[in-house]
Nanobody, 121 residues
Framework: QVQLVESGGGLVQAGGSLRLSCAAS????????MGWYRQAPGKQRELVAN???????NYADSVKGRFTISRDNAKRTVYLQMNSLKPEDTAVYYC???????????????WGQGTQVTVSS
């Protein structure tokens, strides 16, 4: 089994910072892209940022310059440093990882349980 366990969400005032972490564990052969998505009430889940195994990053326009994604491959962990937070960043943030459990198998997506981020004005 594979688990993605997130931590670091919470309540913060506008302009503040939070750091999310997501650790993958279980029967894992390799991890490709890791990333963060978010879903606000009444809205669809959207990509916030992701990072490929070689370190190439991709960000949603709404968070560029404010959020930084990084990963520690040895720890199988992805981080999201969120600065200059805005009320519109309020959402449940989900960790995502494309990984394989055995050599030669196709990478499949796994999701964390989600962590709430609330930014007050």
């Amino acid at each position: 089994q594979v688990q993605l366990v997130e931590s670091g969400g919470g309540l913060v005032q506008a302009g503040g910072s939070l750091r999310l972490s997501c650790a993958a564990s279980g029967s894992i052969f390799s991890i490709n892209t890791m990333g963060w998505y978010r879903q606000a009430p009444g809205k669809q889940r959207e990509l916030v940022a992701n990072v490929a195994g070689v370190g190439i990053t991709n960000y949603a326009d709404s968070v560029k310059g404010r959020f930084t994604i990084s990963r520690d491959n040895a720890k199988r962990t992805v981080y999201l440093q969120m600065n200059s937070l805005k009320p519109e960043d309020t959402a449940v943030y989900y960790c995502n990882a494309y990984l394989t459990q055995r050599m030669g198998h196709k990478a499949t997506p796994y999701w964390g349980q989600g962590t709430q981020v609330t930014v007050s004005s």
